[in-house]
């Protein structure tokens, strides 16, 4: 298993059945303070839970494994992208510029920024285009 970083995607190793498929990202990694790595702790967000303050849970870092993402799982999932201009949009996504692209996270001011271009249709029907955008409630 490779080392749980900052900006990873990750889910449950063993999830429970309510759970499967739901990806989560990694905010901060602690440390352990025992003799071993095994009690090093995660705090994890939820991913496309619709919700605007999506939860923050802190997991044992066993219990987690990355996870690949296919960009194409992002159409229809509601979320939140960053336009050039600097203003922070919530929609659908319509659709992606690449198809397949080595994800980059980065912390930004209130969230995690993204190397994946989208368009989104807002709620008031308009398009829009920026990088998918990940705050951090």
Do not use: C
């Not at 799982?73 to 198809?99: M, T, Y």
């Amino acid at each position: 298993m490779n080392p749980i970083k900052v900006g990873q995607i990750v889910k449950f190793r063993e999830p429970y059945p309510d759970e499967q498929g739901q990806l989560y990202v990694v905010l901060e990694v602690k440390d352990g303070d025992g003799p071993t790595k095994n009690d090093t702790r995660v705090d994890i967000m939820a991913l496309n839970t619709g919700l605007n303050l999506p939860s923050i849970g802190t997991f044992l870092a066993d219990d987690l494994v990355e996870s690949e993402v296919s960009t194409d799982d992002l159409l229809g999932h509601k979320v939140n992208i960053l336009k050039p201009d600097g203003s922070l949009i919530s929609g659908r996504v319509k659709a992606i510029a690449d198809e397949r692209l080595l994800l980059e996270l980065n912390k930004a001011d209130r969230g995690i920024l993204t190397n994946v271009w989208l368009t989104v249709i807002a709620d008031d029907g308009h398009e829009h285009k920026g990088t998918l955008y990940i705050p951090r409630p």
